[in-house]
């Protein structure tokens, strides 16, 4: 497929409503999760994503039948045909590592691609093997697979802190494996991320006994057979929190519907702290920043902390805001690239080791820039939003990784952004 570019042109004011999707990361952990059970699956608020289509691909490879369409994927896998995730497939997309969980439940063995680093800095996936490990899976890495097997899983406490602090990929991937364990598993510290808690809902309506998710502890009671189910994602809460962000960045007014509020507490906080206006409703909230914005603080932590995925967004937004706002990144080394990119649109930007520190400027002006990761092109999209002249966002397969119809939902609100084929 040809390389593609947004083209926006800043300075159009947003109104109206904008619908948010499922969230993408809750999604996959639940495609993979889905391949535990033998009967028929039906999962609805899918989020139709680049990532979605790369777990569709590598669960149908490991004998998955899937149908996806509107939203809705079912999946049914009576027999599983290999143990194994390549890495012409895992390279694709870091969360393919979560069939190992699944894999090593059901079959009692796995074979999955190292996922390598990745370009917000080094990934390492131990806490993930030391989970596995703790309920008796003999785990062993040789020429870029991991490779891991049992013959039988049995539950235990599993402490599963890391240097910084908890891992949601590794509460997934434990919970994945410990679900069939025999007896009891207790992870501490677990993280507490609507995502895994909606993991560990769709487990239980498969019929697993997971107790005590969105807390530090989580009882895992394992099971011999998973059932069929129906289920409903979460909305995506990163998805929401950016469309807040680009009405705050264009001082308009939307209403963000079918979303979770509660999942975004500290980013609609923050955004009242700086004096936006914010009226929550069921599943809604409206957002007015037709006013004069404060500057601020950050510091990203786990949930229900402020979430590293929005930092980026809110570095653009501190940059049109006089004044000095901070942003302490302390999940992530080197997730500030969008910082050098909207320096060329005219933002003032210093990084001080894992703070930046933002002066805002009066005006933002168009540039040529390059996306390089998710969360930083969404940064670079909403800058353009309000920035004099043209602004061009190049390698935006990296946004299509987890925004979905992320154009279409900004023109629907008034703004001025286009696709094109890079030439
Ligand atoms: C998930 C999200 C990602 C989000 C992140 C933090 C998905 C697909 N991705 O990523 O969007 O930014 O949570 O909210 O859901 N760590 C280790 N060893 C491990 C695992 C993690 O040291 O084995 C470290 C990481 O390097 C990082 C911290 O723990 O510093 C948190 O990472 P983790 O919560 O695992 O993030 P992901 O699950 O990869």
Avoid: W
Avoid at 218 to 225: A, D, L, V, Y
Wanted: hydrophobic share 40%; with cysteine; charged share 20%.
């Amino acid at each position: 497929m040809a390389m593609q570019r947004f083209k926006i042109k800043g300075g159009n004011k947003l109104k109206g409503l904008v619908r948010i999707t499922g969230s993408k990361n809750a999604a996959l952990p639940i495609i993979a999760a889905s391949i535990l059970s033998d009967q028929k699956i039906t999962i609805e608020n899918v989020p139709a994503l680049m990532d979605v289509y790369t777990m569709v691909e590598l669960v149908k490879y490991l004998g998955a039948k899937v149908s996806f369409n509107n939203n809705v994927l079912t999946i049914h896998t009576p027999k599983i045909k290999k143990c194994k995730a390549p890495y012409d497939i895992v390279r694709k997309m870091r969360a393919s590592y979560y069939v190992l969980g699944s894999l090593i439940g059901r079959e009692k063995k796995a074979k999955v691609s190292l996922p390598g680093g990745c370009a917000i800095g080094p990934r390492p996936i131990d806490l993930h093997i030391k989970g596995l490990e703790s309920l008796g899976a003999k785990i062993d890495i040789a020429d870029g697979y991991i490779n891991a097997s049992t013959t039988r899983l049995t539950g235990r406490d599993i402490n599963i802190g890391g240097p910084k602090g908890t891992s949601v990929g590794a509460t997934i991937n434990t919970m994945l494996a410990a679900v069939r364990a025999q007896g009891i598993t207790k992870i501490t510290p677990a993280a507490c991320e609507p995502e895994v808690v909606d993991v560990a809902d769709f487990l239980n309506t498969i019929g697993c006994d997971i107790k005590g998710q969105g807390t530090p502890t989580i009882t895992i009671n394992g099971q011999e057979r998973c059932s069929g189910a129906r289920y409903s994602i979460i909305p995506d809460r990163i998805e929401a929190g950016t469309f807040a962000v680009a009405a705050a960045i264009t001082r308009s007014k939307i209403t963000v519907i079918d979303c979770q509020p509660a999942h975004l507490q500290s980013v609609l906080e923050l955004l009242a702290a700086i004096g936006v206006k914010i009226k929550v409703g069921q599943k809604r909230f409206i957002i007015d920043a037709r006013c004069r914005l404060k500057p601020s603080h950050i510091c990203v932590a786990p949930y229900p902390g402020f979430p590293t995925d929005m930092q980026a967004q809110f570095m653009a937004l501190f940059a049109t805001i006089p004044g000095t706002s901070m942003i302490k990144e302390t999940i992530f080394e080197n997730r500030f690239m969008q910082a050098v990119e909207l320096m060329r649109m005219g933002a003032k930007i210093a990084i001080q080791g894992d703070t930046a520190i933002i002066e805002g400027v009066k005006k933002l002006s168009g540039a040529a820039t390059m996306a390089s990761d998710l969360r930083a092109s969404a940064s670079l999209v909403l800058a353009g939003l309000v920035a004099k002249g043209t602004t061009v966002v190049r390698r935006i397969y990296h946004l299509d990784r987890g925004y979905e119809k992320f154009e279409n939902k900004l023109r629907s609100l008034g703004a001025q952004i286009t696709r094109q084929n890079e030439n």
